[in-house]
């Protein structure tokens, strides 16, 4: 039976989820987190998007993405594909680097878009490899928090939108003292 075609329009936004095959890892070091932001870049300036939070695990990733003019498959496609591609060149094997399809959950209403880009910035901090989220590297949380720290993967002002003065401070708030549950749950890691 053929999977389901995903929902697409322009504009949409998702909760993307990937894992390595076998719950490999996907990120070795640093060498791959970065090529894996630089190969996102390559393709948004073929298939321009907008990336309103991320998280780059050891063994998974979380992006939260909305299309503009191309579907969500074509730009995964083209991005995992020349991931896996490097991945495997660099470590001198074959085969699949992710664990089957990504998972990618529509976001279709605000509060819904804010408990996914809380979940994506807590991943490392429930991970237990941080004690404070912003000390994540491969994450855009630090950015959110320290607008002075520049992000050029991410645009802020969807998410800030939300916030009242001072918004990094609410922010900061909302995300680190995961306040009250306001949407539905977000997209986990697939087992």
Partial sequence: ????????????????VARGNRRAAIFHDHADFQMYLDILEDVRSMMPFILHSYCLMTNHLHLQLETLHHHIQYIMKEMHSRYAVYFNQRLKTDGHVFQGRYGAKLIETDAYFLEVSRYIHRNPLEAKMVKNPEDYRWSSYS????????????????????FREPVEEQYKLFVENNLHTIGERPLCVPE
């Fill in 1 to 16: 039976m053929p999977r389901p075609l995903r929902i697409w329009y322009p504009g949409a936004m998702y909760h993307i």
């Fill in 143 to 162: 950015s959110y928090v320290k607008l002075l720290k520049l992000n050029p993967h991410v645009a802020h002002i969807k998410t800030l939108s939300y």
